[in-house]
């Protein structure tokens, strides 16, 4: 079965700077754009980050500048180098995935379960 988990969420002051990294595990055959989500209570999830399988980043407005997307392709996992935080920037932050399971297959969304970011004045 895939999954996809997230890790290094947490508590930081503002200013502050976290990692938050996404492993890929069980089988697949392919995997395209990696992507990282956030979402506050009573909002819409979305998008804050995404990087295709040769690179050409593309990032929210809110985050241009402060973070970073990164990912390794020999590993299959993806990260997020997120600087200058700001109390906006409290959410549940998730990692997404458009993993192809077996060669003629159609292309599924995969999600991780999420981490906590929460960013202090």
């Known amino acids: 079965q895939v999954q996809l988990v997230e890790s290094g969420g947490g508590s930081v002051q503002a200013g502050g700077s976290l990692r938050l990294s996404c492993a890929t595990s069980?089988?697949?055959?392919?995997?395209?754009?990696m992507e990282w989500y956030r979402q506050t209570p009573g909002k819409e999830r979305e998008l804050v980050a995404a990087?295709?399988?040769?690179?050409?980043?593309n990032y929210a407005t809110s985050v241009k500048g402060r973070f970073t997307i990164s990912r390794d392709n020999a590993k299959n996992t993806v990260s997020l180098l997120m600087n200058n935080l700001k109390p906006e920037d409290t959410a549940v932050y998730y990692c997404?995935?458009?993993?192809?399971?077996?060669?003629?297959?159609?292309?599924?969304?995969?999600w991780g379960q999420g981490t906590q970011v929460t960013v202090s004045p």
């Open positions: 997404r995935a458009d993993l192809l399971l077996r060669a003629g297959e159609s292309w599924g969304s995969f």
């Open positions: 069980g089988n697949f055959y392919d995997i395209n754009t």
């Open positions: 990087v295709g399988p040769v690179g050409s980043p």
